[in-house]
Nanobody, 121 residues
Framework: VQLQAFGGGLVQAGGDLKLSCAAS???????MAWFRQAPGKEREFVAA????????YYSDSARGRFTISRDSSQNMVFLRMNNLKPEDTALYYC????????????????WGQGTLVTVSS
């Protein structure tokens, strides 16, 4: 499985962006997640999606503003980000196939290359 994240860019505070993660290979029934990493900071959990029942998980900072979704027919996962804030500025990664006990732990078997989101104030 290879993952490719795209859709990042420069947006003003309060704006919206939609990130996409395209997977080559079968990701059906593999847990999928988005993480982000700001300069000088550790990689942090943003959102996760469980294929089996559609359950979604969000970080406190993402809940209510971000929405994770998927298109199984195209092997893609999305992250819709609304009302962006300067503190959302980071490199965003998609990940698949959880290796840890919790979706929030950045231990996944497959990672995309990251797409940069910059939010200006």
């Amino acid at each position: 499985v290879q993952l490719q994240a795209f859709g990042g860019g420069l947006v003003q505070a309060g704006g919206d962006l939609k990130l996409s993660c395209a997977a080559s290979g079968n990701i059906f029934r593999r847990p999928m997640a988005w993480f982000r990493q700001a300069p000088g900071k550790e990689r942090e959990f943003v959102a996760a999606f469980r294929w089996t029942d559609g359950e979604q998980y969000y970080s406190d900072s993402a809940r209510g503003r971000f929405t994770i979704s998927r298109d199984s027919s195209q092997n893609m996962v999305f992250l819709r980000m609304n009302n962006l804030k300067p503190e959302d500025t980071a490199l965003y990664y998609c990940a698949a196939d959880l290796l840890a006990s919790s979706y929030t732990i950045p231990r996944y078997k497959f990672w995309g290359q990251g797409t940069l989101v910059t939010v200006s104030s």
